[in-house]
């Protein structure tokens, strides 16, 4: 046996300590540098360790190239842009390097299906390019959805109505929790959650047209009209978001046309003429509605005649009335 291994065999179990690395203060016996060099050792290797994860986080956030044939979009995940955003966003791709790598997991199916970056993914296969820089996440369903959410969450162009949906989907996949877990780990207050859950009570027309239009209201506006909903003016609610939509007016003249009361028309009481004859012709057709009387004559000339003994008659009821 050498030196070394009766050196070992004796300070076996010892735990490395801290050695100054002052000239004058360096180990002079053989245990001491034994025990120097099993430190350095040691350090060497969880520096190796600590530079190899590094290196593989580093891989890893840098993504690698997969090809766009392998990656499928699940339905309902990619977020609504309208004509311009993505005419933008697919010429930005067009002339620029891909800065941010799309997020993607394995499909038990095979290949690839996108978490985060959709819009990436489309713009890509229009551009008739066949690979995209990809990070690859472990992640089951529930997990994908929401990190496919929080993903969009942080994208300042997000209308409110699509996180309303983006919230919706974590509650429908997790019941038992509350506004108030959801927005703690979305980072939100729970007032605005439950602010953004006044969408469910609009009415289903209305969910139609924010369907293919969701900037049409944001979450303040939504509030109101869900309250106003609520109290039977669903219909009101309805023309003044068809008419936001229109661009004929703002959000808060729609919320202020919505809450004003309808006015109740009285019915128009049908009057029948009552029909002057001479002989086999029409003398004129007399017509009263409450406190409107009207004479229609065949002639302009009759009609001048009639006004004057009409003029006569009513100065006499004055002058009998004030009596």
Not at 18 to 44: C, W, Y
Not at 51 to 60: H, I, T
Request: aromatic share 4%; proline share 3%; with cysteine.
């Amino acid at each position: 046996m050498s030196i070394y291994d009766k050196l070992g065999a004796k300070t076996a179990g010892i735990k490395a300590r801290t050695i100054e690395k002052s000239a004058d203060k360096l180990p002079r016996t053989a245990p001491g540098m034994f025990l120097n060099a099993t430190q350095r050792i040691d350090e060497a290797e969880a520096r190796v360790e600590e530079l190899e994860a590094k290196l593989r986080e580093a891989e890893g956030m840098g993504g690698r190239e997969i090809a766009l044939e392998e990656i499928h979009e699940a339905p309902g995940r990619r977020r609504k842009l309208t004509d311009r955003q993505y005419s933008e966003l697919k010429e930005n791709l067009r002339n620029n390097p891909l800065v941010t790598p799309v997020t993607l997991r394995k499909r038990a199916a095979g290949g690839f299906e996108i978490v985060s970056g959709n819009n990436r993914v489309a713009a890509y296969r229009e551009l008739g390019r066949t690979h995209i820089l990809a990070v690859v996440l472990n992640s089951d369903d529930n997990q994908a959805e929401i990190n496919a959410f929080y993903a969009n969450l942080l994208q300042s162009d997000l209308t409110d109505f699509e996180k309303f949906l983006g919230f919706q989907r974590i509650l429908e996949r997790h019941p038992n929790q509350t506004h108030a877990q959801v927005a703690e780990g979305a980072g939100v207050s729970r007032s605005f959650v439950s602010q953004l859950m006044a969408f469910a009570d609009l009415p289903d027309e209305v969910l139609h047209i924010l369907a293919t239009r969701p900037d049409v209201i944001g979450a303040n506006a939504a509030q109101d009209f869900a309250a106003l909903a609520k109290k039977g003016r669903g219909e009101q609610v309805l023309r003044a978001v068809q008419r936001i939509a229109a661009g004929e007016i703002d959000q808060g003249k729609g919320v202020k046309e919505a809450a004003i009361d309808p006015v109740t028309k009285v019915p128009a009481t049908k009057v029948e003429p009552i029909r002057i004859r001479l002989g086999r012709s029409t003398y004129c057709d007399l017509r009263r509605a409450n406190n409107v009387l009207r004479l229609q004559f065949q002639s302009a000339e009759e009609a001048a005649a009639v006004q004057d003994a009409i003029e006569e008659l009513l100065q006499r009821r004055v002058r009998e009335a004030g009596k």
